[in-house]
């Protein structure tokens, strides 16, 4: 693997013109592997720039090496962005890529007023669930059941699009707590849901992907059941082995709007 800049030498910015918007899709392509069928095109990058939504590019150089796309939602009269993409280029991952461009996400929301940025993520993906709760502070407390259908991508392997809808609120004391102490405030945890390291093989093997299955198949029925009993995914532990598991506690309502 090529060798590649630190992660402070990559520029992180607002993408604004239509050449930085298709080196999105090219990158969709890259990360993806997608169809042309799957692929967002290049006029709804133009759409969510000028509509009011993200689109934020990580450049090494001229090189788009990364890219974060939101548009703006409402749901019960509250404005919020809904994050639809984030894609790192594969030799530029575990540099902290991700995270630096969800923070500039969130600098640039609250900048225009917004609380809550809101998106959907696999819930066998053990990293990302990692980077979205323990090192972001965001939440979970919905599950979508193959929510975008069958995709053409190998790392979903054909199965169902499950995914489970993360809620970052922007300027709760639970998120300025973490960024501020690198810590999270401390919660009871009630549950825990566990996702096995061999879950990336498994789901890519034809051989393995009735184990990949049956994982998911018992952990959607976990998390519907303890969402509907009011419990949301607070936290995220992993172990030396790599595998994951969801901690769950209830989330108090005080923590999101209204925070001083």
């Not at 509509?51 to 939602?73: H, K, L, R, T, Y």
Request: hydrophobic letters at 40%.
């Amino acid at each position: 693997m090529e060798q590649v800049k630190p992660s402070q030498e990559i520029a992180i910015r607002r993408c604004e013109t239509l050449e930085e918007f298709e080196a999105c899709v090219c990158l969709q392509k890259k990360v993806w592997n997608f169809s042309d069928a799957d692929l967002v095109p290049a006029r709804l990058f133009v759409v969510a720039d000028s509509i009011g939504g993200q689109v934020i590019g990580a450049f090494d150089g001229d090189e788009m090496v990364g890219f974060a796309m939101a548009i703006p939602g409402s749901r019960t009269g509250h404005s919020y962005l809904h994050s639809h993409m984030l894609a790192v280029m594969e030799s530029y991952r575990n540099l902290g890529l991700g995270r630096r461009l969800k923070l500039f996400q969130r600098e640039d929301a609250l900048d225009r007023g917004f609380e809550l940025i809101e998106w959907t993520f696999d819930p066998l993906e053990i990293k990302n669930a990692f980077l979205n709760l323990e090192k972001l502070g965001a939440i979970a407390r919905r599950y979508h059941v193959n929510h975008y259908g069958i995709t053409t991508s190998a790392l979903q392997g054909g199965m169902p699009t499950d995914r489970l809808i993360a809620e970052w609120w922007l300027n709760s004391r639970r998120v300025r707590d973490l960024l501020g102490t690198g810590s999270l405030p401390p919660f009871k945890v009630e549950n825990r849901i566990p996702v096995p390291a061999e879950i990336y093989a498994w789901r890519v093997s034809e051989a393995d992907r009735t184990k990949a299955l049956e994982v998911q198949g018992r952990n959607r029925d976990y998390f519907l059941k303890l969402f509907a009993g009011g419990q949301a995914a607070l936290g995220y532990e992993r172990d030396g082995a790599g595998n994951g598991a969801f901690l769950l506690g209830k989330w108090d309502e005080e923590w999101s709007y209204g925070e001083a």
